[in-house]
T-cell receptor, first 113, second 112 residues
Framework: SQKIEQNSEALNIQEGKTATLTCNYT??????LQWYRQDPGRGPVFLLL?????KEKRKERLKVTFDTTLKQSLFHITASQPADSATYLC????????????FGTGTRLKVLA | KAGVTQTPRYLIKTRGQQVTLSCSPI?????VSWYQQTPGQGLQFLFE???????NKGNFPGRFSGRQFSNSRSEMNVSTLELGDSALYLC???????????FGSGTRLTVV
């Protein structure tokens, strides 16, 4: 069955360091992959989208990579700040068949001052 | 521009009752999707509507239903509520499938 795995354990890093979050998937051929940020009690907020034919995407301090051979996406936050503390979700969308989104369960990031 | 608006924000219902949740998407967004979020299961896809037609459906029982109106506003209904239906219900709209969702803040449903 289709599966997305994100590190369920919380990730704690020091302010100013680069945070790297992982999204692995199996039995899936996504057309593109998205990353979202979610704060407690709020809906997810869209951050970045990367297509299957793209290797890397950047937006300000954020960088996403997509390796369809390894079936993995990495999400980086450089020069992390305490305000970056949140849960980060990856979502895969397939263009074949029914075009459903599948979300990972998210990784909680805490940036320590 | 206004974001995705979900009402109500909080709801407490008794087992066996039914509930209707409402979602107003961003102006111009014709695609509306609904998700259930629980701590153990994460975000689970319920259904997607586009131009008043259900385009996709997740693996939920028939007690969960939805609809979309001509102004793109959407409602979802859950009948015969069960304790396990307690969750955060999120609505999301998008301009096209190639763009990210814009989520509402959700409706927190508690079934007692």
């Amino acid at each position: 069955s289709q599966k997305i795995e994100q590190n369920s354990e919380a990730l704690n890093i020091q302010e100013g360091k680069t945070a790297t979050l992982t999204c692995n998937y199996t039995n899936y051929s996504p057309a593109y992959l998205q990353w979202y940020r979610q704060d407690p009690g709020r809906g997810p907020v869209f951050l970045l989208l990367i297509r299957e034919n793209e290797k890397e995407k950047r937006k300000e301090r954020l960088k996403v990579t997509f390796d369809t051979t390894l079936k993995q996406s990495l999400f980086h936050i450089t020069a992390s700040q305490p305000a970056d503390s949140a849960t980060y979700l990856c979502a895969l969308v397939s263009s074949s068949g029914t075009y459903k989104y599948i979300f990972g369960t998210g990784t909680r990031l805490k940036v320590l001052a | 521009k206004a974001g995705v608006t979900q009402t109500p924000r909080y709801l407490i219902k008794t087992r066996g009752q039914q509930v209707t949740l409402s979602c107003s998407p961003i102006s111009g967004h014709r695609s509306v999707s609904w998700y259930q979020q629980t701590p153990g299961q994460g975000l689970q896809f319920l259904f997607e509507y586009f131009s008043e037609t259900q385009r996709n459906k997740g693996n939920f029982p028939g007690r969960f239903s939805g609809r979309q109106f001509s102004n793109s506003r959407s409602e979802m209904n859950v009948s015969t509520l069960e304790l396990g239906d307690s969750a955060l219900y999120l609505c999301a709209s998008s301009f096209t499938r190639d763009y990210g969702y814009t989520f509402g803040s959700g409706t927190r449903l508690t079934v007692v």
